[in-house]
């Protein structure tokens, strides 16, 4: 099967494809998904000298690593006061500072393998109404004060037009540690630097069924991989397949899009910073300028898992209600697909046993969470789970509700939220 067709799919240049498992092999490690978690595991894996087969159902990137919008975040979707209220000060700051390490991987990765995925630093938070504003002048405070993290800088209404040409926002919040990549390009670099290593990759192998401890075991439709160890890093797309994770995480749909380039000189007075920006509604609007000067604008998350009639009509139309000025440009490109969100909105790590580990549910921040998740659990199977146990001891909850009832109750209750974006 083929990526979906993406502005994406089209810019990554030539994509290999990789075989598809047939009879049986033996290795240290399974992994199974070839997006960012799983080939994270899988370069550590193998820089520490394990044989690791990755078994990916289509192709490397096909999932939310390949399709997503490329924004680099510090921190959770839980801002770190809540989160600090759940698990404690010590715990918070643990994981803060695990999340600052992943944003950091990534540019070791990309100077280590030379992988080209047009990185750029920056990223702009847009407050719409007032409350969003003292809420970011705020957390800003506190993340100095509580976790040493000094780096967000408040921005007044005047200076917004520094970030953005946007007539929308009443300020906003720079953060010049986040930014911003071509998430294709560098999922497909981060299979390059894997199979530099000796990584197999094969893709269309669906794994059909598994057995765990003593000696994990994944079977595909025309083949069999023994290993050790066992790594379940599918996430929206691992389906029934791990029956006792699941209702740890629900899919859920979102949507980009990608005007024809408008110009190095129109794109530059657009976003003058080049930094990727986002608004503060709970059912948040994310956009970025491409290295060849589109505009690249994702949102209208989807928890019905119904896809609009039209992404195209219905992600421009709100494009245009922030940034009218692009109203001339054509919509090239619009496609979607899905991620997976937990209950608390924090990363869902753990094991089933002593040999077969996961990660899922990185809930909207996972460009840059997924790749210290693959890191902890590669760790863990050394022998030295320090960041795993950090991840681990996350309270978890699953979604209320059978099976069947999961999408209603979430539906109803987002549709109250996002009222609440607009009366509050």
């Not at 280590?112 to 007032?130: N, S, V």
């Not at 079977?219 to 691992?238: C, H, M, P």
């Not at 209950?343 to 002593?354: F, I, K, T």
């Not at 693959?374 to 146990?389: F, P, S």
Request: glycine content about 10%.
């Amino acid at each position: 099967m083929s990526h979906v067709k993406s502005y994406y799919a089209d810019s990554a240049g030539p994509i290999p494809v990789r075989p598809k498992l047939r009879g049986s092999t033996n290795t240290d490690v399974i992994v199974v998904g070839a997006g960012f978690t799983g080939l994270s595991a899988a370069l550590d894996l193998a820089e520490a000298g394990y044989k690791v087969v990755v078994l990916e159902s289509e192709r490397v990137g096909w999932g939310a690593s390949g399709r997503n919008g490329g924004q680099i975040w510090t921190g959770f979707s839980k801002d770190m006061k809540e989160v600090e209220t759940k698990v404690g000060k010590s715990h918070a700051r643990n994981l803060f500072q695990i999340s600052l390490e992943a944003k950091a991987l990534i540019k070791e990765r990309c100077a280590k393998y030379t992988i080209e995925c047009d990185l750029c630093d920056g990223l702009f938070e847009a407050a719409i109404k007032q409350s969003h504003y003292d809420q970011m002048i705020e957390e800003a405070a506190q993340m100095a004060n509580d976790f040493d993290f000094d780096d967000y800088k408040i921005i007044e209404k005047k200076d917004v037009y520094a970030h953005v040409d946007s007539r929308s926002y009443i300020g906003g919040r720079y953060d010049p540690t986040g930014g911003h990549l071509h998430p294709l390009k560098y999922v497909l670099g981060l299979a390059r630097a894997c199979e530099s290593l000796g990584v197999t990759i094969y893709e269309n192998s669906k794994v059909q069924s598994y057995t765990s401890s003593p000696k994990p075991e994944a079977n595909t439709n025309e083949g069999t991989v023994s290993a050790q160890y066992l790594i379940f890093a599918g996430n929206a797309l691992l389906g029934g397949l791990v029956p006792k994770i699941r209702p740890f995480q629900m899919p859920v749909g979102t949507y980009v899009i990608a005007t024809e380039p408008m110009g190095e000189e129109r794109a530059n007075e657009l976003m003058p910073s080049r930094a990727a920006a986002a608004d503060w509604l709970l059912a948040l609007n994310y956009y970025r300028l491409s290295a060849d000067h589109r505009m690249l604008w994702g949102g209208r998350v989807s928890y019905s898992r119904v896809e609009p009639a039209s992404i195209s009509g219905s992600m421009s139309k709100i494009m245009l209600r922030y940034l009218p000025q692009l109203a001339d440009l054509r919509v090239q490109y619009a496609w979607g697909g899905y991620v997976s969100i937990t209950l608390g909105r924090m990363p869902h790590l753990g094991s089933l046993d002593e040999h077969t580990f996961f990660a899922q549910g990185f809930s909207g921040q996972g460009v840059a969470l997924t790749g210290i998740a693959g890191r902890a659990i590669a760790m863990a199977v050394q022998g030295t789970a320090e960041r795993y146990d950090v991840f681990s001891r996350v309270p978890q909850r699953a979604f209320p509700g059978m099976r069947y009832l999961r999408t209603p109750a979430l539906v109803a209750m987002m549709g109250y939220y996002r009222l609440k974006d607009w009366l509050f």
